[in-house]
């Protein structure tokens, strides 16, 4: 068979993309042609979804991350902030007590303010623990008074409000008498001595921003409660009726000696991000964290 003329192949060629359709009463022929790709409309709906789906997913992204952080930094900070309580607490437990002439039985627990302008905040706890390892307790009634390297101060760090610090005073004999009118000088002194020691606690306290000249204040808590107070038992006549009724410890008392209980209640403001201390609003973000602990003690006046 002879070849087909070029002509007549490429008529054919074209014949077979053509397609016979009946519009109206007539039929016309109609050119269609393969389709290659996606129309400009086509790609426009198509990158709008994209990028609207991108959009979402990474806000989504960005909301579970930021809940991560949130909820790792409350828990790093609630960590934090018990372990420093739980450490209080034991050296609250360690506390001795002493008994010098002409003085009643004393606890060696107190509380020093710091000024703030016209408000006195109470952030240093001072106990007469036996020093960093405690166990003064154990050693029963002292007829002594406490010395400083027996001590140790919980305190908002006075460089750097944001740590909390244990400060205890190695190998200084000066006394520290708690009934003391010059008790809190005493302690400030030894504060100011090269030889302290400090260990960092917790470095996520809030901060209160003073005024112009009034210093930034760590946002710790300290109060101390004893049953009875000392009002109410130098109302009293020891070994009386009134001495008996006093509201001593688990009732436990003697002619001329009783249990007397000492409660300290404590709060930390904690910041779960210190580099962000207010919400977009302004508010705080400090987390308070409360403890309380008994100290009770054979007293005797």
Not at 51 to 64: D, E, K, P, W
Not at 85 to 92: C, V
Not at 176 to 197: E, Y
Not at 220 to 245: C, H, K, L, Y
Request: a positive charge; hydrophobic letters at 40%.
């Amino acid at each position: 068979m002879l070849p087909l003329p070029r002509e007549v192949h490429d008529r054919r060629f074209l014949d077979l993309h053509k397609r016979r359709i009946r519009v109206g009463p007539s039929a016309q022929f109609v050119r269609c042609h393969p389709r290659t790709g996606f129309t400009l409309v086509e790609l426009v709906i198509s990158m709008t979804i994209l990028s609207f789906t991108t959009m979402v997913i990474g806000g989504l992204m960005l909301a579970i991350t930021s809940a991560w952080d949130h909820s790792t930094s409350l828990e790093d900070s609630r960590r934090q902030a018990q372990a420093s309580l739980a450490r209080i607490k034991w050296m609250i437990q360690q506390s001795g007590t002493y008994k010098v002439a002409g003085q009643a039985t004393t606890l060696g627990i107190a509380i020093i303010p710091t000024t703030c302008g016209s408000y006195q905040a109470p952030t240093q706890l001072v106990v007469w623990s036996g020093g960093s390892n405690g166990g003064m307790n154990a050693q029963g009634l002292k007829t002594r008074l406490p010395l400083a390297s027996e001590i140790v101060v919980y305190t908002p760090d006075p460089t750097t409000p944001s740590r909390l610090v244990e400060v205890t005073f190695p190998g200084n004999a000066t006394s520290v008498d708690f009934r003391s009118a010059g008790f809190n000088a005493t302690i400030a002194s030894v504060m100011q001595t090269n030889g302290r020691q400090s260990i960092l606690l917790c470095d996520r306290l809030h901060v209160t921003i003073g005024a112009a000249s009034v210093p930034n204040v760590g946002n710790i808590r300290f109060e101390m409660t004893t049953n009875p107070s000392d009002s109410q038992i130098a109302a009293v006549s020891v070994g009386s009726q009134a001495w008996n009724d006093l509201p001593w410890g688990q009732g436990l008392v003697g002619a001329d000696r009783a249990l007397r209980t000492t409660n300290i209640r404590m709060e930390l403001q904690i910041d779960p991000n210190p580099a962000k201390p207010l919400n977009d609003n302004g508010t705080s973000t400090a987390l308070p964290i409360p403890a309380s602990i008994n100290r009770q003690y054979v007293y005797q006046p």
